[in-house]
């Protein structure tokens, strides 16, 4: 932390966030790697997760076959996730916008795509999941049929209530995040209590493995699970921007090694917990089979999780598309993507195979993102961890030039590495029924979406970085490392008075 900043009172919970992808002055930024920490693993501590810890057991595998397949996926997602955390406080914004700097201003909106997709997805998990939990609880205990107008009602509650959560902002999402840390771990904890007597960890699986055999399906369990440390990755710099500048990337990339590890929680509590409701829908199966006093507690973790999850997911996307359209407050970008996702919760849980679309939307969250984050981390290898602030903020000013400017505001370099190694993964994917990737059965079945992303991407990066070196402006007083570097001077930044930013400030007064 720089002591010669003087730091400026933490906002109050009640008040609506001011803030928006602008960078963070110095003395607002009151947070620590703390914070982060327990945002990420509140975020993730919730029935969420337990979702996708379930998968494992309802694609044929046994129970330590489930868990080691759980360990793997996140242990690997979290190795590509932890240099996400550290973008936040050198821009003083949040990862979309600090992509500029690798795929140009404009061209950064790719993240920008990449959080709308997660967001839909985590937020559909949360809202169905938790909606589920309380539908199931209110027929067990006072008898009221699972009709779609209940569960619709239900789902309304919770959305409206993430909705007016994110609105306030920031802080209000950190106390919801303190109370989901402590609250459901314990609550999940007590399930060793509650399913003692009837939990058997010889599971030996279902007996039809859903690929067929059993690596292609224990990959495929990976990545889903992977899916949930990757789906942090767009995220993780709309809190860390809070964060001084001077914080050590070894202090942020450990917070969300520890929080993503702690995941493992509700993780293995969906594991074990779908060995024994393998014939239901999971979330009503859970409360049927459950001691009364427990499933009573399932219905606050529910609850808390579903806020928590909710928020997470909605508040990054609500923050970022009120820079991508300018005439949009971050509190009306806000309410707009989550009656989007709410009408998406609505429609594919009542008339079609929500599970169907939200694994769809898994697979397509690990292929599409993880390239765009090798591609930041590579970036900031290159750049020596050296970004301009200033000139990251040039799209959502209305104006044009700047360091990263590159070639009408994009760079082919980021863009075409990133959209290579999505391209290709997609190829490898196999997510039915919406993704089946015509190369998908080259390796037998196993899934090579991944990999092939992940190569692809940085081969095309870093192919592109040698071949048509970057200008020598973007690279801090070291110069670049590992790559070469042409000379150049940085376009002027100039007001661009047609752009619909540019305008809307115009509007305001600005």
């Known amino acids: 932390m720089n002591d010669a900043v003087q730091l400026n009172a933490k906002p109050k919970v009640t008040e609506i966030e001011q803030f928006g992808v602008d960078t963070i002055p110095d003395a607002d930024r009151t947070s620590t790697p703390w914070d982060l920490f327990r945002i990420q693993f509140g975020g993730a501590n919730t029935f969420a997760t337990v979702l996708l810890g379930t998968f494992p057991i309802f694609f044929g595998l046994s129970f330590w076959q489930a868990v080691g397949a759980t360990v793997l996926g996140v242990l690997v997602g979290t190795l590509f996730l932890m240099p996400m955390g550290i973008f936040g406080p050198r821009t003083g914004t949040n990862n979309a ?100 007597g009837v939990f058997n960890p010889n599971f030996a699986g279902t007996g039809t493995l859903f690929l067929g055999s059993f690596w292609p399906t224990f990959i495929l369990s990976a990545l889903v699970v992977m899916s949930n440390p990757i789906s942090f990755g767009a995220f993780l710099g709309d809190w ?58 399932l219905v606050f ?109 994009i760079n082919w370099r980021g863009m075409t590495a990133w959209l290579g190694g999505a391209g290709v993964g997609l190829m490898f994917a196999y997510y039915p029924p919406v993704i089946v990737g015509p190369w998908n059965g080259l390796a037998g079945g196993i899934d090579l979406s991944l990999v092939s992303g992940i190569v692809t991407a940085a081969v095309l990066y870093m192919g592109a970085l040698w071949l048509f070196p970057e200008p020598d402006y973007v690279f801090g007083p070291q110069g670049p490392r590992w790559v070469p570097s042409r000379a150049g001077v940085a376009p002027e930044v100039v007001h661009n008075a047609n752009s619909a930013a540019a305008k809307a400030a115009a509007r305001r007064g600005e």
């Open 97 to 196: 916008v600090s992509s500029g700097a690798h795929l140009g201003v404009t061209g950064r909106i790719a993240g920008s795509f990449l959080s709308l997709l997660t967001a839909i997805a985590f937020y559909s998990i949360s809202v169905w999941v938790s909606g589920d939990a309380i539908v199931g609880a209110m027929t067990r205990m006072l008898g009221i049929p699972a009709t779609p107008l209940v569960s619709s009602v239900i789902y309304a509650v919770i959305g409206f209530i993430v909705i007016v959560v994110v609105v306030y902002g920031y802080q209000f999402m950190l106390l919801v995040n303190r109370v989901a840390v402590i609250a459901n771990t314990v609550l999940m904890l007590l399930a060793i209590v509650a399913f003692w």
């Open 240 to 297: 860390a921007r809070y964060i001084p500048r001077g914080t050590s990337n070894g202090k942020l990339m450990l917070a969300t090694l520890g929080a993503q590890l702690a995941t493992l929680v509700p993780f293995l509590f969906g594991v074990a917990t779908a060995t024994l409701v393998t014939g239901d829908v999971y979330v009503v199966g859970l409360i049927q089979q459950s001691p009364l006093w427990y499933a009573v507690l």
């Open 301 to 409: 973790v529910a609850f808390i999780g579903g806020l928590s999850t909710g928020t997470t997911s909605l508040y990054g996307t609500g923050l970022d598309f009120s820079s991508v359209f300018p005439r949009m407050t971050r509190v009306q970008s806000t309410i707009a993507i989550g009656s989007l996702a709410f009408v998406f919760i609505v429609v594919g849980r009542l008339l079609t195979d929500l599970s169907g679309a939200v694994n769809a939307f898994i697979g397509a969250i690990v292929v599409t993102t993880t390239p765009w984050m090798i591609v930041m981390t590579l970036g900031y290898i290159t750049r020596r961890g050296y970004y301009v602030s200033e000139d990251l903020q040039v799209f959502n000013k209305g104006k044009i030039g700047g360091r990263y400017w590159f070639d009408g505001g």
